[in-house]
């Protein structure tokens, strides 16, 4: 059975999970879509991933802007190698047979569970969630797969 996810609960709640979780990950290599996503930031009038689309570039400058301290409550953000070839995923079928590289769902704050086709970047996440002493981390297949479907 081949690996294809992460799932931890963070125990510390709070802003700069992005920063916590993509730690050494290149992500501005992928055009990023945005699904569902709510989060609290302690700017008013500031709306950060009000977009559906953010080139890599441009989302690495919203995870990694430190003016501004941000909570989020659930999310739903995927990465595909080119703009063209983001679709909505609905399936983990769908999913699987895409140009999606990356699938990261924040459930109720603290759990978070994250999709990867490449194993390196699941194992950065892995180091990253232990140095920030997040628990219940465990790697999943798809017949292991803690989510019913790939949105929010």
Request: glycine share 4%.
């Amino acid at each position: 059975m081949k690996t294809i996810g992460i799932s931890f609960f963070a125990k510390r709640h709070g802003d700069f999970i992005l920063q916590d979780l993509l730690y050494g990950v290149p992500i501005e290599n992928f055009h990023w879509s945005i699904g569902t996503c709510h989060l609290y930031s302690n700017a008013l009038n500031e709306t950060r991933f009000d977009e559906v689309y953010y080139t890599g570039n441009d989302f690495n400058e919203m995870v990694y802007q430190k003016t501004h301290r941000y909570f989020i409550q659930f999310a739903d953000f995927k990465a595909f190698h080119s703009k063209d070839n983001i679709i909505i995923i609905t399936t983990i079928e769908e999913y699987l047979n895409s140009d999606c590289q990356i699938a990261l769902f924040i459930i109720d704050i603290d759990e978070i569970c994250i999709y990867s086709k490449d194993l390196k970047i699941l194992q950065q996440i892995e180091t990253n969630a232990q140095n920030k002493g997040y628990v219940e981390i465990e790697y999943f297949t798809k017949e292991t797969n803690p989510l019913t479907g790939m949105n929010l």
